[in-house]
């Protein structure tokens, strides 16, 4: 697969050219991949090909639709390079990456090509290497005693007993090991900041939560998915009605640290 590469003296992105828009690989220069890279997983759908992860980070609409009714995004994509800035677009989805120090600023744009107006969140998905931690503050500071201050959220395929959840009373831990079967784990963060933690290298995200906004999927944030190919880093922005040719947009600062 064919990609366009920036690099800077602390920090290298690669985006593919021929699917996506798609993150494929970050690391520091001459450093492993943190991102999980999956070319053969993916599933069936009823446009007449499969739908193909790849791995890397990507940017879906929430709420999830049926797996067999995602729209493959195997297909070229405008890629534009300007000095430590990257761009990548199709017609509904752009991601816009600049890299400045040890951090990346991302920004997630989502446009309604339909012609109908959408209740809908952008959803900014990382798939990074098994074998790590991710570790999502839980507590809510500053709040009243009498008012709750956390919320988890299951999914049906989901367990409090999965050996890869590790909770605690100010955060959650999804521990990236094979075990059997999927896992999935969702929260309002309240803090805007996640992280997930490799032998070599910690991957942080932030983002500006809003937890007084609608969200989906039960009022999450942030959801953390996991298997054994790959575990998922996600943030979601609240939910927004969008007219035809309108956008939603929503912004992820990175940070790598080796």
């Known amino acids: 697969m064919?990609?366009?590469?920036?690099?800077?003296?602390?920090?290298?992105?690669e985006v593919a050219v021929d699917a996506g828009p798609r993150v494929l690989r970050l690391s520091t220069p001459g450093g492993t991949n943190v991102f999980a890279e999956t070319p053969d997983a993916g599933w069936d759908t009823v446009h007449g090909r499969p739908f193909r992860l790849l791995g890397g980070h990507r940017l879906w609409p929430a709420p999830e639709c049926a797996p067999e009714e995602q729209l493959?995004?195997?297909?070229?994509?405008?890629?534009?390079?300007?000095?430590?800035t990257i761009s990548v677009h199709d017609e509904t989805r752009r991601l816009e990456l600049q890299l400045e120090g040890m951090r990346v600023h991302v920004r997630h744009v989502l446009t309604n090509a339909g012609d109908t107006t959408v209740r809908v969140a952008a959803w900014a998905l990382t798939q990074l290497r098994p074998g790590g931690v991710a570790r999502v503050p839980l507590r809510r500071d500053g709040g009243a005693e009498q008012l709750p201050d956390r919320k988890i959220v299951l999914w049906p395929y989901g367990s409090l007993g999965d050996p890869r959840l590790e909770l605690a009373d100010d955060r959650l831990c999804v521990h990236a090991k094979p075990a059997p079967g999927f896992f999935k784990v969702g929260c309002l963060n309240h803090t805007?900041?996640?992280e997930y933690e490799l032998e070599d290298a910690t991957f942080v995200k932030r983002f500006t939560p809003q937890p007084d906004a609608e969200h989906a999927d039960l009022g999450c944030n942030v959801e953390v998915y996991v298997r054994d190919e790959f575990l998922e880093l996600e943030t979601l922005s609240p939910l927004r009605d969008v007219p035809p040719g309108g956008s939603i947009e929503h912004i992820e600062e990175w940070e790598l640290h080796a």
């Open 2 to 13: 064919r990609t366009e590469v920036v690099e800077t003296a602390h920090l290298r992105v």
């Open 72 to 84: 493959p995004d195997d297909v070229p994509v405008d890629v534009r390079v300007h000095g430590a």
């Open 192 to 194: 805007g900041r996640i």
